[in-house]
């Protein structure tokens, strides 16, 4: 929001979920990668698992044949942020890759 990508009202619709960690025990108890992302995305919504494409109105990620594999399967429209290490990278047809700026102007 501060630097105008976004506006308060979209910001208040993101929801995010990442890896968890005990710190006291010193362990991981979920780790956001791959398949996990969705798992993470189910809890943190507390939406059953096989129900999140059903809520979900657009994916994004970075790394469409690895760690974001699962997330972008999520949504008919899946965003594929360009960058260096994804460029050659051929996506699905149901991916569109693109920029935060191109999303920003031309999505919302």
Do not use: C
Request: hydrophobic residues 35%.
């Amino acid at each position: 929001v501060e630097s105008g990508l976004l506006k308060d009202y979209h910001q208040e619709q993101i929801i995010t979920s990442g890896t968890i960690v005990d710190w006291q025990m010193g362990s991981v108890t979920h780790f956001n990668m791959g398949e996990d992302k969705n798992v993470g995305v189910s809890k943190a919504l507390n939406i059953p698992i096989d129900q999140l494409s059903n809520r979900t109105n657009a994916v994004y990620g970075d790394d469409p044949k690895g760690n974001d594999v699962g997330i972008l399967s999520l949504s008919s429209k899946a965003f594929v942020i360009a960058n260096p290490k994804n460029s050659e990278v051929p996506i699905p047809v149901n991916m569109i890759r693109t920029s935060w700026e191109d999303i920003l102007e031309n999505y919302f």
